[in-house]
């Protein structure tokens, strides 16, 4: 974990380890899909803007048809091999993604403000909840956000905006640079 906010930030942001994903680009709509990801993951396909989850596995919904799945263990490589077995009869495309993405932990009661200042998206009538997970913008770089709790938030960007991301956090972070909405 390399801390990317100063002393005395509103918000505490940490660069953290990556965080294995395999990327599922298929018509999840469909019963058999549903029914092979259930078979495979022991998760059921997570509704919009959600995620669904099952042990150290979380299945984030991107799109319509795409779906990320987030696992805390080490056997990436066992599952990609299990989803890509049982889905080979189906129109997808499964692959490991965990290096393209580089990710960051925002955390402390104002995590919703820091991200009031780049996100398009009025967060009042958005539901918090600790199942929200969704694709977005941050100042102009493509993001994936996934809510934890109101007070920690991980976000995602692509690694070739990386540094980029490390100076927008570390100045939207300061103190004195906070936007006071209601939560």
């Not at 596995?57 to 987030?70: H, Y």
């Amino acid at each position: 974990m390399y801390k990317v906010s100063d002393e005395g930030a509103f918000v505490e942001v940490s660069l953290v380890s990556p965080i294995p994903a395999i990327s599922l680009k298929l018509d999840h709509q469909n019963l058999k899909v549903k029914n092979k990801i259930k078979k495979v993951l022991g998760i059921g396909v997570p509704s919009v803007q959600s995620i669904t989850k099952y042990r150290h596995l979380r299945l984030c919904w991107i799109s319509n048809d795409e779906l990320l799945l987030l696992s805390e263990g080490k056997e990436v490589d066992v599952i990609l091999k299990k989803i890509s077995k049982e889905l080979v009869s189906t129109h997808s495309l499964v692959e490991e993604v965990t290096d393209l993405r580089a990710w960051f932990l925002l955390e402390g009661e104002k995590a919703i403000d820091l991200l009031r200042k780049g996100v398009p998206i009025d967060f009042s009538k958005f539901d918090l909840s600790s199942k929200s997970f969704f694709r977005s913008r941050l100042g102009e770089m493509q993001v994936n956000i996934l809510v934890e709790s109101k007070r920690r938030i991980i976000i995602s960007v692509l690694r070739s905006v990386e540094e980029y991301a490390c100076q927008w956090l570390k100045q939207c972070s300061k103190q004195g640079s906070e936007i006071n909405f209601d939560l």
